[in-house]
């Protein structure tokens, strides 16, 4: 099995920052695709940013130059660096990841999602 465990979420004021990262473990032969995703109540979880295996990157029209996702192969771990908070960054946070991993049946191919991490932006 796979695990994905957030880190870093917490309580900023508007126009702080907060570095969130997400690191895999278990039985990986490969990560693929990795991203955040948000997640606000009454909303539906939408996408933040993700991030190719080759590091072609993608971001929200509303976190473009202010957030910026990277990630660290070596150490099968994923961040989200966000800048310039707004009110509306409000969410749980939620890493996911495209996984290429192993079992005894051999190589199998899925999609995970960590647990989430709640930040918050009081204005």
């Known amino acids: 099995q796979v695990e994905l465990v957030e880190s870093g979420g917490g309580l900023v004021q508007a126009g702080g920052s907060l570095r969130l990262s997400c690191v895999a473990s278990g039985n990986i032969i490969s990560l693929n695709a990795m991203g955040w995703y948000r997640q606000s109540p009454g909303k539906q979880r939408e996408l933040v940013a993700t991030?190719?295996?080759?590091?072609?990157?993608k971001y929200a029209d509303s976190v473009k130059g202010r957030f910026t996702i990277s990630r660290d192969n070596a150490k099968n771990t994923v961040y989200l660096q966000m800048n310039s908070l707004r009110p509306e960054d409000t969410a749980v946070y939620f890493c996911?990841?495209?996984?290429?991993?192993?079992?005894?049946?051999?190589?199998?191919?899925?999609?995970?999602w960590g647990q989430g991490t709640q930040v918050t932006v009081s204005s």
């Open positions: 991030s190719t295996s080759g590091g072609s990157t």
């Open positions: 996911n990841a495209g996984v290429t991993g192993w079992r005894y049946t051999g190589p199998y191919d899925a999609n995970y």
